[in-house]
């Protein structure tokens, strides 16, 4: 079985460009996560969503993220205008639902904002 | 104060030690608690899921101690393939916060 895809696996963009990353979570998984991982520290909630709900964005910066998961399979994070702070893994995890045990994380996406 | 907190190391240890991580959360209301792995440059994977009364897999023994609010992993007769990142994670009543610590680093050396 496939796991979670995400694309691309890295993207190299200057400062206040748009970039978007994309997931594929399992199939047959409800509940889909967005994590940001910065060096040496662990995944950061950015948001989750229940089907094509966001149940909770309350760590996404909305003034410059955005996220989409219209028919509740595949989702997109976008940024717009990226800053240099935004430089990280993006990770895409997915679950059978919320209070499900295990996430399982695609390989992420590594930004560099130059 | 960071809601989940974990010693960074590294932890340096032989082949065959047994190395022991620590970790502390500040929600009493926390109800599941999991250890999780991360190789350099991959993304986490459960390795296991830490239950009231204790719990073990194979040379992973995982605890937790509400009273204290900690949780700990053991690891028996460490092995070179055990480097990485254990990432402890908490998760609120109902699931709906799921907080990952920053991780300890632990190299196994021959």
């Known amino acids: 079985e496939a796991g979670v895809v995400q694309s691309p696996r890295y993207k190299i963009i200057e400062k206040k460009q748009p970039v978007a990353f994309w997931c594929n979570p399992i199939s047959g998984h409800n509940t889909l996560y967005w994590y940001l991982q910065n060096l040496g520290q662990g995944p950061e909630l950015l948001i989750r969503?229940?089907?094509?709900?966001?149940?909770?964005d309350s760590q996404l910066p909305k003034d410059r993220f955005s996220a989409e998961r219209l028919k509740g399979v595949d989702s997109t994070l976008k940024i717009q205008p990226a800053e240099l702070g935004d430089s990280a893994v993006y990770l895409c995890a997915s679950s059978l639902g919320t209070n499900t045990a295990e996430q399982f994380f695609g390989p992420g996406t590594r930004l560099t904002v130059l | 104060r960071k809601e989940v907190e974990q010693d960074p190391g590294p932890f340096n240890v032989p082949e065959g030690a047994t190395v022991a991580f620590n970790c502390t959360y500040s929600?009493?209301?926390?109800?599941?608690f999991f250890w999780y792995r991360q190789d350099c440059r991959k993304e986490p994977k459960l390795l296991m899921s830490?239950?009231?009364s204790g719990n073990e897999d194979g040379r992973f023994t995982a605890q937790l101690n509400r009273a204290s609010q900690y949780i700990s992993l053991l690891i028996r007769d460490s092995k070179l393939s055990d480097s990485a990142t254990y990432l402890c994670?908490?998760?609120?009543?109902?699931?709906?916060?799921?907080?990952f610590g920053a991780g300890t680093r632990l190299f196994v050396k021959a």
């Open positions: 969503y229940e089907n094509e709900e966001a149940v909770d």
């Open positions: 929600n009493s209301a926390s109800q599941s």
């Open positions: 994670v908490v998760r609120s009543t109902g699931g709906f916060k799921t907080i």
């Open positions: 830490v239950y009231s």
